[in-house]
């Protein structure tokens, strides 16, 4: 989703990183730690057409991530010692990797850079993912897009009329039909992507076998020393528009399934997408009532020792994919830009 705002939002993060405000600052607002956010870490291909390649970074950025870490001199340390470390409020400065969804590439491509440099990370796991039964609909939303030369169809919020013949155009729709279905219940949306996915012929389930490590290889992964497994719920809804109920049990449920899985407690947990319209101060309550030590948000922001009384509502970095720059990674973990941007939004549980 490379929009003005994304060119903007870069534009003002290298002028910060070169204006070495970051470096000072780091010192009062760079907080006592940070979560960072990764989804696929492959290679890069070079499609004209690929809006969501913000969820993806490369090895070598990866790589230069944690060398980053290493100069700062922060302790990479497991989603387990979050919690003490911020009830500790001092100490050095920590940073926790993780992993959203369960992707091959993690395994594939993290895993071994992690290894060199003796990164502990997290893994959020959904088990519908590994199962092969929930799809990932944004990508599916993506090649939808792609395979049609326009978009025309009725919601319960009206109809949608886009045309999709040109590269440009095809980028418009799907920003455009992205947040169309955002407005969405979180049912009407997933039988609207179903529908034309399977019009369009799109291989949902396919992509999901193909980019989602399965129940097998989730095991031996587990087994890796530095790996934690944490849940993201059973399907990947976005728990607040669900009822409680429902949300509850996609939380409770997605544990339960883990546990039962690799014979380990599982402590963690992400809110699928995550942002303030999918996951609210009642999911935040849930997620402790469930059982969860942790669990994160993408809600941008770096971590205070105040943090050690909101342990369901963690704030993260993400690593987007737009942005391969240490200099703005660096600008990220001064705490400057969510810091500001914070000032002017309402922060709040809800
Ligand atoms: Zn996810």
Redesign the pocket.
Known sequence: MASLRHQAIGAALRMLAATRLDRLAAQSLGGQGVILTF?HVRLATDREFSENRLLEVTPSFLESVLRLLRELDYDIVPMDAVPARLSSGQGRRFAAITF??GYADTRDYALPILKRFEAPFTV?V?PGFADRLAPLWWLDLEDIVRARPNIDLTLSTGRVVLPARTPLEKRSAFRQLYWRMRALPEAEMRETIALMAADSRVDTMGRVARLCLDWAALRDFSRESLVTIGA?SLN?PRLRLLPEEAARHEMAASKARLEAEFGKPVKHF?Y???DPTSAGARDFRLAGEVGFETAVTTRPGVLFPEHASALHALPRLSMNGLYQSTDLVRALLSGLPSGLANRFRRVNAD
């Open positions: 989804h959203d969804d959020y959904v993201h990947h992400a699928p997408v995550g």
